[in-house]
C-alpha cells in the first residue's frame, strides 16, 4: 500500500471526545477533520463499532480516517456502549438501544460547528452491519454509507446460522464478544472510574451463544435490524463491498437487486478485510473509491465516470487448493444492473457420478450415502480472516464420503457469475438432517478446489420461520443455493458436486447420522453461466493502487503464533480441529500501552458418535502500561446430545496477579429440529 503524506486539506485530530446521547450515557470517539473546518463545515463520516478506537483498532483507523479527512471530511470513530472508553454495557449485538445510539450520535455530529449538518457512515463487519442497519431508521442528516462485509439476511447469512444449519463460527463469535465486551477502559482516559466501569461490564457479562442458541429459527430476534425485511426503507446510495473468499459476499448481490436507490457493487477475492488491505489480492485504491462516493452524494461532485458498471466482480481463474493464497489470478468484470442480462441458466440433469450436458434427458437412478462425521474437517471458515490460513483445502480428501458427480472434461472455459443452485429429489431415514453442497474446480491432476457451497437444513426446506420433522422415507423436492462466485474454469477441468449428509466442524452435525438417497431423475445442477464473450464493461486500470495515511508506530515485544491443525488418534478415534491465534504482545507507541492477545479454538469429536461434537473457545487479553496490568480469561464449551445443546462458560478477570471476578454459566437448550 502507498503511504500517502500530503493530502489536500490539513487535518487536526481530537484524540478523545465525549458524545453524550439521549439517556444520559456517554460515547467515546476520535475525531480527524480538515484544519479548515473551523471556518469552512464539511460533512461528517462515521464508524461505529465495538473494538475499541485506543488500540486494537487504531493502526487500521489511522490508516483511513485521516486520509479521508484529508479530503475534506471530518472523520468519526466511536466505540459503541460499553465498548472502548464509552459507558455502559455491551450485553448482545445490534440491539435497538445501539441503533438509537447512533442515531443520536449522527444528530451530534450535524450540530457540530466543524460539521455542514451532513453525515455519512462507513464500517466493515460490525461496522457494516450498524451503517446499513442505520440508513433504514432514516436519520436526517444520513447522506449516503459505504459498507464492507456486511449482511442484510441476520439469520440466513451470518455466522449464526446458515439455512437453517447452526455454524460453528456461531460459538466463535460469542467467544469474540465474551472476550471484548469484558476489556477495561483506559486510566489514562477515563481516570480513577476505569475500575468502576470496568466492573459494570464484568458483571453484565454473559456469554452471547446462549442467547443465539435459544433462537434456532428465523423469528423476531433475527428479523429486528434484518434489512431485508423492507429495502425500501433505505433511502441513500449504498456502496457495498466484499470479497469472495468471505462470508458475506451475497449480501452485495441481494442490495444490488434489492435496493431501489443509487447503488454500486464490489466483489474482490479478498477474505474478511477492507479492500484496500485485501488479501488474497489484488487489493485495490478502496479509499479513493470511498472519498468518490461520499464527494458525489454528500458534495455533490459529479463522477468521473457517471455510467460506471453497478456491479464489479473479480473473476478468479483457477487455482491449486491451498488453505491460503497472497494474490489470486482473474480480471474484474462489471455488469450494467443486477440481475444481469448477460448471465444464463444452464441447468444440468445429475445421473451416477455424472453432472450431464445441459439440455440431456433426465437419468432414472436411485443413489444413496451416509457421510462420516470426519467429513469436512478440512472445510476451512466460513468467514475466512486470512491468519491463520483458513481456506478449504483438496477436496479429494472430503469427498470419499460424498456423493459425487462431475462434468465431462470441459472442452472449451466457462465462467460462472452467481449463485449455482442444486435441486434434489431427496429422502432421508431421520426426522432431522442436512445436506452441504460444494462445487469444485478438477485439475487434470485430479487435485479439487473448492469453488462455492451451500448448507440446507432440510427440516426448513419450506420455511425458515415453520420449520417441520422430516417423515422419513418420504420424497421431498428441495433446492440448495450455493454461495454466489465469480470463477473461471478452464479447458481441460472437469466441475464436480459433491453431497454429504454433514459438514462438521463449519457446521453442527444433526442428532444423528442420516442416510440420503437422492433420485436422479428429478436432481439437478443450475449454473449461473457468463459467456467469456460477454462483454465486461470495464476498461484501463479499473482501480487504482491502494493507498493510506501513515500507520501509527507499534513495536513487537513477543512473537506471533498462527496455527491450524487437523489431529486422529488411530487408538480411540478421536479427532479435533485445533486452531490458535495468537498476535503476541504489541505496544502501542502513540499511548504506550502493551496488548496481548490469544485465542485457542478446539472442535472435536470421535468416530462417527453424533453426539461427541465438542466446541471450545478460550481467550486472553492482557493490558499494561507502567504498573498497571489487568488481564482477562474466558471460555466457551458448548457439548451436545440428541435432544439438547450444553453449554458451560467462565470468565476471569485480574488485576496484576489479583483475581477480581470469577463468574461461571451453564445452560442446556433444547435442539429446535438442528
Given at each position: 500500500?502507498?503511504?500517502?503524506?500530503?493530502?489536500?486539506?490539513?487535518?487536526?485530530?481530537?484524540?478523545?471526545?465525549?458524545?453524550?446521547?439521549?439517556?444520559?450515557?456517554?460515547?467515546?470517539?476520535?475525531?480527524?477533520?480538515?484544519?479548515?473546518?473551523?471556518?469552512?463545515?464539511?460533512?461528517?463520516?462515521?464508524?461505529?463499532?465495538?473494538?475499541?478506537?485506543?488500540?486494537?483498532?487504531?493502526?487500521?483507523?489511522?490508516?483511513?480516517?485521516?486520509?479521508?479527512?484529508?479530503?475534506?471530511?471530518?472523520?468519526?470513530?466511536?466505540?459503541?456502549?460499553?465498548?472502548?472508553?464509552?459507558?455502559?454495557?455491551?450485553?448482545?449485538?445490534?440491539?435497538?438501544?445501539?441503533?438509537?445510539?447512533?442515531?443520536?450520535?449522527?444528530?451530534?455530529?450535524?450540530?457540530?460547528?466543524?460539521?455542514?449538518?451532513?453525515?455519512?457512515?462507513?464500517?466493515?463487519?460490525?461496522?457494516?452491519?450498524?451503517?446499513?442497519?442505520?440508513?433504514?431508521?432514516?436519520?436526517?442528516?444520513?447522506?449516503?454509507?459505504?459498507?464492507?462485509?456486511?449482511?442484510?439476511?441476520?439469520?440466513?447469512?451470518?455466522?449464526?446460522?446458515?439455512?437453517?444449519?447452526?455454524?460453528?463460527?456461531?460459538?466463535?463469535?460469542?467467544?469474540?464478544?465474551?472476550?471484548?465486551?469484558?476489556?477495561?477502559?483506559?486510566?489514562?482516559?477515563?481516570?480513577?472510574?476505569?475500575?468502576?466501569?470496568?466492573?459494570?461490564?464484568?458483571?453484565?457479562?454473559?456469554?452471547?451463544?446462549?442467547?443465539?442458541?435459544?433462537?434456532?429459527?428465523?423469528?423476531?430476534?433475527?428479523?429486528?435490524?434484518?434489512?431485508?425485511?423492507?429495502?425500501?426503507?433505505?433511502?441513500?446510495?449504498?456502496?457495498?463491498?466484499?470479497?469472495?473468499?468471505?462470508?458475506?459476499?451475497?449480501?452485495?448481490?441481494?442490495?444490488?437487486?434489492?435496493?431501489?436507490?443509487?447503488?454500486?457493487?464490489?466483489?474482490?477475492?479478498?477474505?474478511?478485510?477492507?479492500?484496500?488491505?485485501?488479501?488474497?489480492?489484488?487489493?485495490?485504491?478502496?479509499?479513493?473509491?470511498?472519498?468518490?462516493?461520499?464527494?458525489?452524494?454528500?458534495?455533490?461532485?459529479?463522477?468521473?465516470?457517471?455510467?460506471?458498471?453497478?456491479?464489479?466482480?473479480?473473476?478468479?481463474?483457477?487455482?491449486?487448493?491451498?488453505?491460503?493464497?497472497?494474490?489470486?489470478?482473474?480480471?474484474?468484470?462489471?455488469?450494467?444492473?443486477?440481475?444481469?442480462?448477460?448471465?444464463?441458466?444452464?441447468?444440468?440433469?445429475?445421473?451416477?457420478?455424472?453432472?450431464?450436458?445441459?439440455?440431456?434427458?433426465?437419468?432414472?437412478?436411485?443413489?444413496?450415502?451416509?457421510?462420516?462425521?470426519?467429513?469436512?474437517?478440512?472445510?476451512?471458515?466460513?468467514?475466512?480472516?486470512?491468519?491463520?490460513p483458513d481456506l478449504p483445502y483438496d477436496q479429494r480428501e472430503e469427498d470419499g464420503g460424498a456423493m459425487v458427480f462431475e462434468t465431462d472434461v470441459l472442452t472449451e472455459p466457462c465462467e460462472i457469475l452467481g449463485a449455482p443452485v442444486v435441486r434434489l429429489d431427496v429422502s432421508v431415514d431421520r426426522p432431522v438432517a442436512t445436506v452441504a453442497a460444494r462445487l469444485s474446480d478438477v485439475a487434470e491432476d485430479g487435485s479439487a478446489t473448492r469453488v462455492t457451497y451451500?448448507?440446507?437444513?432440510?427440516?426448513?426446506?419450506?420455511?425458515?420461520?415453520?420449520?417441520?420433522?422430516?417423515?422419513?422415507?418420504?420424497?421431498?423436492?428441495?433446492?440448495?443455493?450455493?454461495?454466489?462466485?465469480?470463477?473461471?474454469?478452464?479447458?481441460?477441468?472437469?466441475?464436480?458436486?459433491?453431497?454429504?449428509?454433514?459438514?462438521?466442524?463449519?457446521?453442527?452435525?444433526?442428532?444423528?447420522?442420516?442416510?440420503?438417497?437422492?433420485?436422479?431423475?428429478?436432481?439437478?445442477?443450475?449454473?449461473?453461466?457468463?459467456?467469456?464473450?460477454?462483454?465486461?464493461?470495464?476498461?484501463?486500470?479499473?482501480?487504482?493502487?491502494?493507498?493510506?495515511?501513515?500507520?501509527?508506530?507499534?513495536?513487537?515485544?513477543?512473537?506471533?503464533?498462527?496455527?491450524?491443525d487437523v489431529r486422529r488418534s488411530m487408538i480411540d478415534y478421536s479427532s479435533s480441529l485445533d486452531v490458535v491465534k495468537d498476535t503476541g504482545t504489541i505496544r502501542y507507541e502513540d499511548v504506550d500501552i502493551e496488548i496481548g492477545k490469544r485465542v485457542c479454538e478446539r472442535y472435536s469429536w470421535t468416530a462417527d458418535d453424533f453426539a461427541s461434537p465438542r466446541g471450545e473457545t478460550r481467550w486472553t487479553m492482557t493490558f499494561a502500561r507502567g504498573d498497571w496490568s489487568?488481564?482477562?480469561?474466558?471460555?466457551?464449551?458448548?457439548?451436545?446430545?440428541?435432544?439438547?445443546?450444553?453449554?458451560?462458560?467462565?470468565?476471569?478477570?485480574?488485576?496484576?496477579?489479583?483475581?477480581?471476578?470469577?463468574?461461571?454459566?451453564?445452560?442446556?437448550?433444547?435442539?429446535?429440529?438442528?
Open positions: 500500500m502507498r503511504v500517502v503524506t500530503s493530502l489536500p486539506h490539513a487535518v487536526t485530530e481530537d484524540e478523545h471526545v465525549w458524545i453524550p446521547v439521549a439517556d444520559g450515557t456517554r460515547l467515546a470517539a476520535r475525531i480527524w477533520r480538515p484544519v479548515s473546518s473551523d471556518d469552512e463545515p464539511v460533512p461528517a463520516i462515521c464508524e461505529y463499532i465495538p473494538y475499541r478506537k485506543r488500540d486494537l483498532t487504531s493502526v487500521r483507523d489511522s490508516i483511513a480516517h485521516p486520509y479521508l479527512a484529508g479530503h475534506g471530511y471530518a472523520c468519526v470513530r466511536v466505540d459503541i456502549r460499553g465498548s472502548g472508553e464509552s459507558e455502559g454495557v455491551l450485553t448482545d449485538e445490534y440491539l435497538e438501544q445501539e441503533q438509537r445510539d447512533a442515531e443520536d450520535v449522527l444528530a451530534w455530529l450535524a450540530e457540530q460547528p466543524w460539521c455542514d449538518g451532513t453525515t455519512g457512515m462507513m464500517g466493515i463487519s460490525w461496522g457494516g452491519f450498524a451503517a446499513l442497519q442505520v440508513a433504514a431508521r432514516k436519520p436526517p442528516s444520513l447522506g449516503a454509507i459505504c459498507i464492507a462485509s456486511f449482511t442484510d439476511d441476520r439469520f440466513a447469512d451470518d455466522m449464526h446460522y446458515m439455512r437453517g444449519c447452526l455454524l460453528s463460527d456461531n460459538l466463535a463469535e460469542s467467544g469474540t464478544m465474551f472476550a471484548y465486551s469484558t476489556c477495561p477502559p483506559d486510566p489514562a482516559l477515563v481516570g480513577e472510574r476505569w475500575r468502576d466501569l470496568w466492573f459494570e461490564r464484568l458483571d453484565a457479562a454473559r456469554p452471547w451463544v446462549a442467547e443465539w442458541l435459544r433462537h434456532q429459527r428465523r423469528d423476531d430476534y433475527w428479523r429486528h435490524a434484518s434489512v431485508c425485511e423492507d429495502y425500501t426503507a433505505v433511502q441513500v446510495p449504498v456502496f457495498a463491498s466484499c470479497g469472495w473468499a468471505d462470508g458475506y459476499s451475497n449480501a452485495v448481490l441481494r442490495l444490488m437487486a434489492g435496493l431501489d436507490v443509487p447503488r454500486k457493487g464490489l466483489i474482490g477475492p479478498w477474505s474478511h478485510k477492507y479492500p484496500h488491505l485485501g488479501v488474497p489480492g489484488p487489493a485495490i485504491g478502496y479509499l479513493q473509491e470511498v472519498v468518490r462516493w461520499f464527494d458525489r452524494w454528500l458534495k455533490g461532485v459529479a463522477p468521473d465516470e457517471p455510467d460506471e458498471p453497478v456491479l464489479r466482480t473479480w473473476m478468479q481463474d483457477s487455482v491449486p487448493p491451498s488453505t491460503s493464497y497472497e494474490q489470486r489470478p482473474g480480471r474484474w468484470v462489471g455488469e450494467p444492473a443486477w440481475p444481469s442480462k448477460n448471465i444464463r441458466e444452464d441447468v444440468h440433469p445429475l445421473a451416477p457420478n455424472r453432472i450431464v450436458p445441459k439440455d440431456s434427458d433426465p437419468v432414472d437412478a436411485v443413489l444413496s450415502v451416509e457421510s462420516p462425521l470426519s467429513l469436512g474437517q478440512f472445510a476451512g471458515k466460513w468467514c475466512s480472516y486470512n491468519a491463520p451451500g448448507l440446507l437444513n432440510l427440516t426448513h426446506h419450506e420455511s425458515h420461520e415453520e420449520p417441520g420433522q422430516l417423515e422419513p422415507g418420504r420424497r421431498y423436492a428441495v433446492e440448495i443455493p450455493l454461495n454466489g462466485v465469480a470463477q473461471a474454469f478452464p479447458a481441460g477441468h472437469r466441475i464436480r458436486l459433491s453431497l454429504s449428509t454433514s459438514y462438521w466442524p463449519l457446521a453442527w452435525p444433526p442428532p444423528e447420522p442420516v442416510r440420503m438417497t437422492v433420485y436422479t431423475q428429478g436432481s439437478s445442477l443450475a449454473l449461473p453461466v457468463r459467456p467469456v464473450a460477454a462483454p465486461d464493461e470495464v476498461t484501463g486500470t479499473v482501480f487504482d493502487e491502494p493507498e493510506g495515511a501513515p500507520p501509527l508506530a507499534t513495536t513487537r515485544l513477543t512473537p506471533s503464533e498462527y496455527r491450524w489487568v488481564r482477562v480469561e474466558t471460555c466457551q464449551v458448548l457439548t451436545c446430545t440428541r435432544d439438547e445443546f450444553v453449554l458451560h462458560a467462565r470468565l476471569d478477570a485480574f488485576e496484576g496477579d489479583r483475581r477480581v471476578r470469577s463468574r461461571n454459566w451453564d445452560a442446556a437448550v433444547p435442539r429446535d429440529l438442528v
